[in-house]
Every structure is written in C-alpha cells, then in structure tokens.
C-alpha cells in the first residue's frame, strides 16, 4: 500500500514528530542503563506513551546493565516472544515473565 503524497509542512511535522519519539525511547533507555527507572516501572508506563509502546523488547532489554544482545535474545526465546515484538504487543504473561527474569 503507497503512502499518500505528504505536503511539505505535513512531512516536516512527520519529521520533528519521529525525531521527538526517538529521542524520547533513547531518554528511557538512558534511564534504564543508569536505574533511574525499573524495567517494570517502563513497561507499566508503556501503556499511556505510545513512543515507548513501539520501542522494540529487544531494545528495552538489551538497555538493562549487565544485559547484552545473546542474553536478551536467549531470554526472549525461552519466553516465547519474537524478535520482532514491540513492548505493546506483549501480553500480560510475557510482561509478568519479563519482570520475573529482570526484576
């Protein structure tokens, strides 16, 4: 499906709109990195910040200390998410198992 043709002001606010999400998920998982915030504490938050319900689980997880790429993917398939999965896809035993695993 084609995207409709987008006006220059309509594609400049598109732009600013996406660079501000960005932003915003690197912010969180700044946060994370540093815990200043919990790994439920963002997933309890997800549900209201549409920018942090695309961010992908994979990134979220790999963002934790001590957690890197082969750990989260490891994790990921043990509880049966998929690599592709976005933090709003998640269901709510996979959010429980994820909080379990990475407190």
Known sequence: ??????????RAEALKKAAAARKHRAEI????KT???TLSQILAAASQDEALSKMKVVSLL???PRVGTKTAAAAMEEIGISPAR?????????????????G
């Open 62 to 64: 790999e963002a934790l």
């Open 35 to 37: 815990r200043k915030r």
């Open 1 to 10: 499906m084609a995207l409709p043709p987008l006006t220059a002001e309509q």
């Open 86 to 102: 976005r933090i709003r896809g998640l269901g709510p035993n996979q959010t429980e198992e994820l909080i379990k695993r990475f």
């Open 29 to 32: 998982k700044a946060d994370l």
